[in-house]
């Protein structure tokens, strides 16, 4: 069974850093191609950042420079750096695993206050 479990979120102030982690399990990891969305109060869900098993990777405009997606193959975890956050960052962040099927996480909450 697939499973994805996203950790690392909390409560920081604008300027501070987070690392999102996703631990993933049942799934040949290596050839995987993993997103990361986020979804704030009233809004749609939105694609943040993709990564290949090249691998290589792709960004919203909203984030790009300040975030950095990866993935370590032997922890079968793929992360995101977060950097230099504003409050517009607010929202729940979650993994989707890109297969035959797709799978999502449960989500982690990340608070930017001002």
């Known amino acids: 069974q697939v499973q994805l479990v996203e950790s690392g979120g909390g409560l920081v102030q604008a300027g501070g850093s987070l690392r999102l982690s996703c631990e993933v399990s049942?799934?040949?990891?290596?050839?995987?191609?993993f997103r990361w969305f986020r979804q704030a109060p009233g809004k749609q869900r939105e694609w943040v950042a993709t990564i290949t098993d090249t691998p290589s990777t792709n960004y919203a405009n909203s984030v790009k420079g300040r975030f950095t997606i990866s993935r370590d193959n032997s922890k079968k975890t793929v992360y995101l750096q977060m950097n230099s956050l504003k409050p517009e960052d607010t929202a729940v962040y979650y993994c989707k695993l890109i297969a035959a099927r797709d799978y999502w996480g449960q989500g982690t909450q990340v608070t930017v206050s001002s």
């Open positions: 049942g799934s040949i990891f290596s050839i995987n191609t």
